[in-house]
């Protein structure tokens, strides 16, 4: 069972960061494939995004299961909005549905 402060955290990450991902790992390191991927795929869209590293934070890695009954990591939210974990957001890219919920969001790739 999560507790409400790890809930609380997990909120404020979400609140702070308008592109977050809950990932295995770091954005310059990931250690998972997944993650990995999403990581790729947001770097290749030039989008700027925070990693939070779940296995350096065991409370966060369950809790964030909890808080969008998602059984899986990675886990992408965009403007406090869950959007999903890797095959989805793979799914959204190549379909071009990612970048056009990104425009909607107010978040702007950063210029190269």
């Known amino acids: 069972m999560t507790d409400q402060a790890t809930m609380d955290r997990i909120k404020s990450e979400i609140d702070a960061n308008p592109v977050l991902l809950f990932m295995k790992g770091t954005p310059v390191f ?3 494939g997944f993650s990995a991927r999403v990581v790729q795929i947001l770097t290749h869209m030039g989008v700027p995004f925070k990693g939070v590293n779940v296995l350096e934070d065991m409370e966060i890695r369950e ?18 909005e869950f959007v999903g974990g890797c095959d989805i957001i793979t799914e959204m890219f190549q379909a071009g549905e990612l970048q056009s919920l990104m425009t909607e969001k107010g978040v702007t790739p950063a210029q190269a």
């Not at 964030?64 to 939210?77: E, R, V």
């Open 63 to 80: 809790g964030i299961k909890a808080y969008t009954n998602w059984p899986t990591i990675p886990q992408l939210y965009v403007a406090g």
């Open 30 to 32: 990931p250690q998972c």
